[in-house]
């Protein structure tokens, strides 16, 4: 069985690779980089799931397999669940991980800590040539920091506490890689979609 991930991250191609191999799924996975004629999907979705469909279905449509895509960020509590599906462009380039950070705690700068509450989410979609589609959820709640911490990770990472385990007080970016996706928002979206491929391709 072969899949595509639709993404040219090829840690996120190792990651799934290593989930869906733990789920009992036998698969060759291949990222992006095996198909470099096919264009890059603008997200214009307003929802994590949104965006993760558009991505699947045209890497689906365009490599004639199975597709698997994501889209996940940043949701905060005190503002109604922004950053979301712009946390990779909150300050206004894309990617730019250390403006997204500033800008954000700056906008909390005066927000009391047990009022920090914000969460990852994720959305993993799968995608069939014959249009078929079905999408998965994880979420990673913790609380958020007033300065960045540890060097794991990327993107928000070093600013949120995650609740999990009980009393934890590391960043998700002060804790190895294989804790991170135990617990992660990514890990949990995507050992769903592992748990239940065996529905949609064989």
């Not at 009391?112 to 998965?136: I, M, N, S, Y």
């Not at 990472?157 to 960043?171: H, K, M």
Request: aromatic share 6%; net charge negative; with cysteine.
């Amino acid at each position: 069985m072969k899949l595509v991930l639709a993404t040219h991250n090829a840690g996120k191609v190792v990651e799934l690779r290593q989930i869906l191999a733990d789920a009992g799924v036998e698969a060759e996975l291949l990222g992006m980089d095996a198909f470099p004629d096919v264009a890059d999907v603008v997200e214009t979705g307003v929802t994590f799931a949104e965006n993760a469909l558009l991505k699947a279905h045209a890497v689906a449509q365009a490599t004639q397999l199975p597709a698997i895509a994501d889209d996940s960020g940043l949701a905060v509590d005190v503002l109604g669940g922004s950053p979301g599906v712009f946390s990779a462009r909150w300050a206004g380039r894309h990617g730019d991980d250390e403006a997204n950070l500033r800008l954000l705690l700056a906008q909390l700068g005066d927000v009391p800590d047990e009022h920090r509450q914000a969460h990852f989410a994720c959305a993993a979609a799968l995608a069939l040539p014959d249009g078929t589609e079905k999408v998965w959820f994880g979420s990673m709640p913790g609380r958020l920091l007033r300065e960045p911490r540890g060097s794991n990770g990327f993107g928000y990472d070093p600013i949120l506490v995650p609740d999990e385990p009980a009393g934890n007080t590391r960043s998700s970016a002060e804790i190895s890689p294989a804790e991170k996706n135990a617990i992660s928002h990514r890990g949990q979206a995507f050992r769903l979609l592992a748990a239940d491929l065996s529905q949609f391709v064989s």
